[in-house]
């Protein structure tokens, strides 16, 4: 087709938006095919966004996540660079009926939550970090990982409520809820957030605060993307020195001294002190190896808190005095990037020897039982906090949805190497998880039947009761009055 023909036949698609394509009824709409809706989006926004189609570097760092079962090959990649552009992009896609994913970090393990064979919108353009001295606040765009973070931060010697492993993006983890090792001082993310720059779906743009909106504002404390997409957080600022801590890895002998030592360690009741245990399964030793990274919120601990972990013979350990992000960047409790992996999680009340050997079982069940699925390993990780570690806000949040129960998060850690395999790992997660705590109850921790599920950490397919609670009827109210028409309906994610 000549070049004159070629243009001519681009125009005339882009003038037809809601007769060309596929019909699909849905709110008595027509869906456009993706690709004359990505010439729209490219006609429609400024200079200050971009669009990107396959065979460009920018496509592939759009779609790329941090898990490579999480990525998908979308029709094009959309990189906003104003608020106004994200909302011509929402309207667009409303108006179309298109799929579209949004990825901020893209650390989730889901496929189709931030992914999409639709348009795939970026948000790396959205990479402020802004520290306000005088109301000790920090303006975060959604497009950052918190490594970007603390580094930019660590000159002013103040942090955020952020992630505790690498690659972790703000945007999923703060409208997901976020654990951090400073939670047991403040609590977390969802608790810390003073406002929210929202594109709802109608494409306008809003500043949503207690004051503003609390519906709203509550909703997005937990809510993930149901309600348009955030263009900025602003976020409570927090002193930050050096800190201390790091990793111990230790072999199967050591299992009962680390039972031991974070019994010993529940015990602690100073808020600057966190801790990480478990269990993982080498698939090339056939090993189990015992797990603790350990956080002081100072340079140096006080005496005596870590004292039983201390006293393991390690196989290897780096437990220090460092900065933050050096702890973060070196935390081993994470997957291998470009790898497959699934979470999964389940709430969790008190770590005890039943629930120790209970999860030393579990390593070596499915360590071995998935030794031939291409497996590259299986963890298993206990998330030691205070019990009043949701006392910090008296606000409702979204998640957790009750705050009276001490659950701790706790997660299933999968990783391995072949897409032939991953119905497999998933039907494992499922079942391992069901056993743990159907296990926790029958050793007389009922409560856990009553916590939620961290939906950051939840495997798709988890029903949203499990993580919302008795907040599930009102943001649903909630997600009717502000998406009507359900334009984050053709998104992935947990949707009201």
Not at 71 to 91: F, M, R
Not at 421 to 428: G, I, L, M, R, S
Request: glycine share 10%; hydrophobic share 40%; with cysteine.
């Amino acid at each position: 087709m000549g070049t004159r023909l070629w243009k001519a036949a681009v125009t005339a698609i882009c003038s037809l938006p809601l007769v060309f394509g596929t019909i699909i009824a849905d709110n008595n709409r027509r869906a456009v095919l993706p690709d004359a809706v990505c010439i729209q989006i490219s006609k429609a926004i400024s200079s200050a966004s971009g669009v990107f189609h396959p065979g460009d570097p920018l496509y592939d760092k759009g779609i790329f996540h941090y898990a490579i079962s999480s990525s998908q090959n979308a029709t094009c990649v959309v990189e906003p660079g104003t608020p106004a552009d994200v909302g011509k992009i929402l309207t667009i896609l409303g108006r179309t009926r298109t799929p579209f994913a949004v990825k901020g970090g893209g650390h989730i393990a889901n496929q189709g939550f931030s992914s999409t064979t639709g348009v795939q919108i970026a948000m790396f353009r959205f990479s402020e970090v802004n520290y306000h001295r005088a109301s000790q606040t920090i303006d975060l765009g959604p497009g950052l990982i918190w490594d970007d973070v603390y580094a930019a931060l660590q000159p002013f010697g103040v942090t955020a409520i952020g992630g505790r492993v690498t690659g972790v993006g703000v945007a999923g983890f703060t409208l997901g809820g976020g654990y951090s090792y400073k939670t047991n001082q403040f609590g977390l993310a969802v608790d810390n957030v003073i406002s929210y720059q929202l594109v709802k779906p109608d494409g306008k743009v809003v500043e949503v605060t207690q004051a503003s909106d609390p519906e709203l504002f509550f909703g997005l404390k937990g809510g993930h993307n149901n309600f348009g997409i955030v263009t900025r957080f602003t976020v409570r600022a927090f002193p930050q020195t050096q800190v201390w801590g790091g990793s111990i890895v230790s072999d199967a002998s050591t299992v009962d001294a680390l039972t031991a030592a974070t019994l010993a360690f529940q015990t602690n009741t100073d808020p600057k002190a966190a801790a990480i245990i478990g269990f993982s399964w080498d698939p090339t030793s056939s090993q189990l190896t015992a797990l603790a990274f350990l956080f002081y919120d100072a340079p140096t601990p006080p005496p005596g808190i870590f004292d039983g972990f201390l006293d393991i013979q390690p196989l290897s350990s780096d437990v220090g005095t460092r900065d933050y992000l050096n702890l973060i960047q070196s935390a081993p409790l994470n997957a291998t990037q470009g790898t497959r992996f699934a979470y999964n999680a389940l709430p969790m009340l008190n770590f005890t020897p039943g629930i120790s050997q209970l999860l030393v079982n579990e390593t070596v069940f499915w360590g071995k039982a998935l030794a031939n699925k291409s497996e590259i390993s299986v963890a298993y990780l206990a998330e030691l906090f205070l019990p009043n570690i949701y006392s910090h806000n008296t606000d409702k949040t979204a998640y957790p949805p009750v705050r009276t129960i001490p659950f701790k998060p706790f997660m299933l850690d999968y990783n391995w190497a072949s897409e032939e395999f991953d119905k497999d790992w998933h039907d494992a997660a499922v079942a391992s998880s069901a056993h743990i705590r159907n296990a926790a109850v029958a050793q007389g921790q009922t409560d856990v039947l009553r916590s939620p599920v961290y939906p950051n950490y939840a495997l798709a397919g988890t029903p949203l009761k499990e993580m919302y609670g008795d907040n599930l009827p009102a943001l649903r109210v909630l997600k009717a009055r502000v998406d009507p028409d359900n334009v984050m309906g053709l998104t992935g994610g947990w949707k009201f």
